[in-house]
Structure formats: C-alpha cells, structure tokens
C-alpha cells in the first residue's frame, strides 16, 4: 500500500519572509562619510590619477634616458644665453677712488674676467667691497657695454691714532681707514694717542680748532685713563684738561695765552682738571732759578 500523504491546511497561514535590514553596515556608513569630505573626493578625483600620470611619465624618461637629454638641452640653452656678448663682463670700472684704494677694491671685488652679469651675485661683491676699512659705502652694477662699475665712497682720514700696539688712520666717526707703519706716513693729520681716543675723535677735532692760536706748537691730544684729554705742546709742556667741558677749560687757556702768553713762559704744565683752581707748574730751570733768588734775598736780609 501507498503511504498517504496529507496535504497542507489551506486554513494555516504561512511564515512571513525575513525582512532586509535597511541600516548600511559599519563599513560603508564609514566610507560614505569619508566621501562625503571635499578633500577626500579631489584627492580620489584628481591626486590619484595625477600621481599615476607623474609615476608613468618619469618611469618612460628613466626607460629612454629622456632626463638627460632634457638636462643635456638646458644646459646648452644656458650656456647659450650666458655666453652672448651682451651679457659678458670684460672689465671692471672703480671711478672717483685713488689708485690704491681702485687696486684693493678689484682685488676685494674677485671676480675673473671675463664673466656673465647674469651669473654675478653682485649683492656678494659689494659686501666683499665695503669690507674694506677704507670703504664707507658702494655701488655696484653691470653695464650694457661689458663693464662692471664700483662706485665706491671712501674714508677720509682726519687723524693718526697711536694706540698702544699699532698707529691707525681714523676718519671723523673713529672708524679705521688703514693702518700705517709710522707717524710720519701722514705728517698733515693731527695726532691722538691713547686707549678709546678713536672713539671720541669729534671732541679731539674741537679740542684741537680751539687751540689754533698755538696750533704751529701742537704735538698732539693724549687721552688719559679713557676718561680726559692732555694737550701736549713742544718744549714738553701740558695742558691738562677737566673730564667735563674740556673745551670751556681749553678756551681759558687760549684766552690766557693771549692777553699773558702763558705758553711762552716756562711753564711745564698748566693744570686745569680743577676749572676753579687752575695750576702752574714751572719748569726746572725756572724753579732753580726762583729757588736762587729766594737764596739771594735772604741773605740779603741777614
């Protein structure tokens, strides 16, 4: 016998299909907020094809040896432009110095001839230039005729500075000019002498227009202890001057010299550090021979 089979109840209701999570995954939620971001779309959008491009294209020239010939084509090309004629230096200009100072400045300047302006660091030549102590300030610039012009403003000296190891010429701020061997490489300065003279070389200019009226008889300005000026004369005489308002101190002694020529008496120094009591000292044949008129008259007077 066949087995029976029972059919279905057509009354029971069947099981409802499962129903689809409609909620992304964490994975995607993630991703579309990423995408979601500008930067992140430009990158996807254009960084990655341009960085696949780039990658592409150098690994093509490294395959062909395209790099060098680019290399190898402007290098030419510079060299091309930096050797014409217009851009070629083949002389070097320093007007309105003296010979001296011309030679040291193209020495300073170094640059070889012939040159292009378009690879001369001009900037590096004229702080080279104003390296120099006897250069203030310059200028430097190409010209279209091939000629580089330094136009250079020199120190003047105005007076030699003995400073206890070197002798200097100074301009009329203290700076150094040159360093010379001997005083009498520049006989038509004025001398100072002293540590830290340089650095007061405005006072020692009045100080030394003051004392024109004996000017033929000034040796020089001694600076003393850093702190105040001797003005020293021929015949080994000393004006000693106050560390305040030495030249008031000087003008009385001008005006003394003029109306009782102190100076030309035997004095050796006239001592004005004390503005209210000026001193004389006199020379030794002058105390000897007060000394012996002392002498004289007291035996004249026992």
């Known amino acids: 016998m066949l087995p029976l089979r029972l059919s279905a109840d057509p009354a029971r209701p069947r099981p409802a299909p499962l129903r689809r999570d409609p909620a992304p995954s964490r994975l995607r939620y993630r991703l579309t907020r990423l995408w979601l971001r500008q930067g992140v779309r430009r990158t996807v959008n254009f960084g990655l094809p341009l960085v696949a491009g780039l990658l592409a294209g150098w690994t093509l020239m490294a395959q062909i040896d395209v790099r060098g010939q680019v290399s190898a084509w402007v ?146 300005l ?6 105040r000026w001797d003005l020293v004369l021929d015949r080994d005489q000393v004006v000693k001057l106050p560390e305040a308002e030495p030249l008031v101190a000087l003008r009385r002694v001008m005006a003394l010299e003029a109306t009782d020529e102190i100076l030309k008496r035997d004095v050796a120094v006239v001592d004005m550090r004390d503005p209210g009591r000026p001193m004389l000292r006199l020379t030794e044949r002058a105390m000897a021979e007060v000394k012996r008129l002392k002498a004289g008259k007291t035996g004249e007077d026992a």
């Open 75 to 220: 290098a030419t090309l510079h060299e091309k432009i930096v050797d014409r004629p217009q851009f070629t230096i083949t002389a070097i200009a320093v007007p309105g110095v003296s010979r001296d100072l011309g030679e040291q400045i193209r020495v300073a300047a170094f640059v070889r001839l012939p040159a292009s302006s378009l690879e001369l660091d001009v900037n590096a030549v004229r702080e080279r230039i104003e390296a120099l102590d006897a250069v203030q300030r310059a200028r430097v610039r190409a010209l279209p005729s091939g000629v580089l012009e330094i136009q250079a403003v020199e120190r003047v000296p105005v007076a030699v500075w003995r400073a206890p190891d070197r002798i200097e010429l100074v301009d009329a701020n203290g700076v150094r000019v040159a360093e010379v061997d001997s005083r009498l490489r520049r006989p038509d300065l004025p001398l100072i002498a002293g540590d830290g003279a340089a650095a007061h070389v405005p006072e020692a200019l009045s100080l030394l227009t003051a004392a024109e009226p004996v000017g033929a008889r000034v040796r020089g």
């Open 222 to 227: 001694a600076r003393v202890g850093e702190r």
